[in-house]
C-alpha cells in the first residue's frame, strides 16, 4: 500500500524534514507543494529560494552549514559584479547562478515554474515530487515603519531586524494553484505542515486557492510540527514575526495560525508543558525532539510524521 504523503514547505526547515522523510517512506510516495512568495527577478533572472534550497537539499549538493545555497560555492561573479557598482546585496554564488540561468531561459521560452522544477529535479536526481503551489506571481510584502519591503529586501538587506507591522501577499488572491497541487493534497494519505515560518512560509501556500479547502475538509489527516522551540525558531524571524503581528510567540501561537486544519500537532520535548493547551483544542498532540541538524533525530521525527 502506497502512504502517499504531501508536504506543504517552505525553505529549510521543509528541507531538512523531505530529507528525513526520504529516508523513511520511499522518495516517490513524497510530493512537496513550495512556498513561491520569497521568489524574486534580480539582473533579470528569476530566482525561487524555496524551490532551490529543496532541490538543492534533496541532491544532496546544498551546503548545511552555511544554510543557504550550494556547498563548495564561489562568489566570483558577485565579486565582479560589486566591483561594476552593481547590486551585490542579495549573494548569488558562481555555481547557483547556473540554477537562475537555467531557469530563466526556460520561463522566457514558455516553460512553467511546474516544469522548470521538474527538469532541474530530474536532472539532480531528486525522485520526491516537487511542486511550486503555483505558476503565478505570488510575491510577500511586509510593512515596517512607513513603507512596504519586498521579502526579499526585508530579509536580506534588513537582515529580518525591522519592526514589521503588516504583511501582505501580493498576486495570492488570484493565483491559481498548480498543476497537480489540488490532486496531491486530495490523494495524500496524509498531509504535513513542515516546520516552517508559518507568515512568510505557509500562509501564502495555504493561501492558494482550494488549499484551505482540502485541508479544513482533511484535517484528521493533518500533521503540523512546530517550527519554534521553547519559543524561539531555531533560525530565521518567525518568533519576532509572531510577537509584533499579535500572536503568541510559542509553539502554540503558530497552531492558531492553522485553527481548523489541523488534526495532530507534533512539538518539541522543550515545549512538552504545551501540550495540555493543543490538547484543549481538540488537536492530538505528540511530544518529541524535532531538532532536525541530527541525522537520527530527524530520522526519529520522520518515523512520527508518519506512524
Ligand atoms: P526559510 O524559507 O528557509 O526561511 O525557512 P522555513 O520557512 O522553512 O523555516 C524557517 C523555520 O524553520 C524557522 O522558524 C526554524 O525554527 C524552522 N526550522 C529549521 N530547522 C528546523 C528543525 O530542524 N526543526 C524544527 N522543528 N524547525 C526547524
Ligand atoms: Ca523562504
Known amino acids: 500500500v ?3 504523503i504531501t508536504v506543504l514547505s517552505g525553505g529549510v526547515g521543509a528541507a531538512r524534514l523531505l530529507r528525513a522523510l526520504s529516508g523513511v517512506v520511499p522518495p516517490h510516495e513524497l510530493t512537496a507543494v513550495i512556498n513561491v512568495g520569497d521568489d524574486l527577478v ?7 529560494p524555496d524551490l532551490d534550497t529543496i532541490t538543492y537539499t534533496l541532491a544532496g549538493i546544498n551546503d548545511d552549514v552555511r544554510g543557504w545555497g ?5 562568489w566570483r561573479v558577485l565579486d565582479e559584479l560589486r566591483a561594476l557598482g552593481g547590486d551585490a546585496w542579495f549573494s548569488l554564488g558562481d555555481k547557483d ?4 540561468l537555467y531557469r530563466s531561459q526556460r520561463l522566457a521560452r514558455g516553460a512553467t515554474k511546474s516544469d522548470v ?5 530530474d536532472r539532480l536526481g531528486v525522485s520526491v515530487r516537487l511542486l511550486p503551489v503555483s505558476n503565478d506571481p505570488i510575491a510577500t510584502q511586509l510593512h515596517t515603519a512607513s513603507r512596504w519591503l519586498s521579502f526579499q529586501e526585508y530579509f536580506v538587506q534588513e537582515r529580518h531586524s525591522v519592526v514589521v507591522d503588516d504583511v501582505r501577499y501580493d498576486g495570492l488572491s488570484a493565483a491559481r494553484p498548480a498543476p497537480g497541487v489540488l490532486d496531491a493534497l486530495r490523494e495524500a494519505s496524509r498531509i504535513v505542515i513542515a516546520p516552517s515560518n508559518p507568515i512568510l512560509s505557509v500562509a501564502p501556500v ?4 482550494g488549499v484551505r479547502e482540502i485541508l479544513a475538509a482533511r484535517r484528521d489527516d493533518v500533521v503540523a510540527i512546530s517550527p519554534l522551540i521553547g519559543g524561539a525558531a531555531l533560525k530565521g524571524p518567525a518568533d519576532r514575526l509572531l510577537r509584533e503581528l499579535g500572536h503568541e510567540v510559542s509553539a502554540v501561537g503558530v497552531l492558531s495560525c492553522y485553527e481548523g486544519l489541523v488534526g495532530r500537532y507534533i512539538i518539541d520535548d522543550a515545549d512538552a508543558s504545551l501540550a495540555e493547551s493543543v490538547r484543549a483544542q481538540g488537536v492530538h498532540c505528540d511530544v518529541t525532539t524535532t531538532i532536525m541538524s541530527n541525522p537520527e533525530h530527524a530520522a526519529a521525527l520522520a518515523r512520527a510524521v508518519v506512524a
Do not use: D, P, W
Open 70 to 74: 550550494l556547498a563548495g560555492e564561489s
Open 117 to 121: 522544477t521538474q527538469e532541474l529535479a
Open 2 to 4: 502506497l502512504l502517499m
Open 42 to 48: 534580480m539582473h533579470g533572472l528569476t530566482i525561487c
Open 206 to 209: 495555504i493561501g492558494v486557492a
Open 97 to 100: 547562478l547556473a540554477t537562475h
